[in-house]
């Protein structure tokens, strides 16, 4: 396991990406599954830096895990801001059109129709989000 510990900032979304897919480069990550994680990343990481210690900024602990039976990738975000479970947000509709639908949720519905699990908690002051895809 590896952690970056990155105060949480769009301007670090490159050094975030850069360091998770050291990690999976190292894993031999097929390239279909590393865009998918790579958006992923983005989507929670970028969330983190907009709104969990709004207007101000903090840390941020990115953990990246391989393992090997199955291959899989484990990564976790960890951030002290308001607690915030995105997993209790409603899927959007996405049966109507962008101008029907409401504003905000896209984002993580693509998370969780992308990646195989993803588990949410709040623990000891921090949000902790874990996403995994199997390779």
Excluded: W
Excluded at 12 to 22: G, H, I, T, W, Y
Excluded at 66 to 84: A, R
């Amino acid at each position: 396991m590896r952690e970056l510990d990155i105060e949480a900032k769009t301007d670090n979304l490159a050094q975030v990406l850069q360091f998770v897919d050291e990690e999976l480069e190292k894993a031999g990550c097929p390239m279909k599954a590393m865009m998918q994680i790579d958006v992923a990343v983005e989507e929670i990481f970028v969330n983190i830096a907009c709104y969990a210690y709004n207007p101000e900024t903090g840390p941020a602990t990115i953990r990246t895990e391989v393992t090997k039976e199955p291959l899989s990738v484990i990564l976790t975000f960890l951030d002290h801001g308001v607690p915030y479970d995105p997993l209790k947000k409603d899927d959007p509709d996405i049966t109507l059109s962008a101008e029907e639908r409401q504003i905000g949720g896209l984002g993580i519905f693509l998370v969780k129709k992308s990646m195989d699990e993803i588990y949410y908690e709040y623990k000891d002051g921090q949000n902790i989000l874990t996403i995994k895809k199997n390779i």
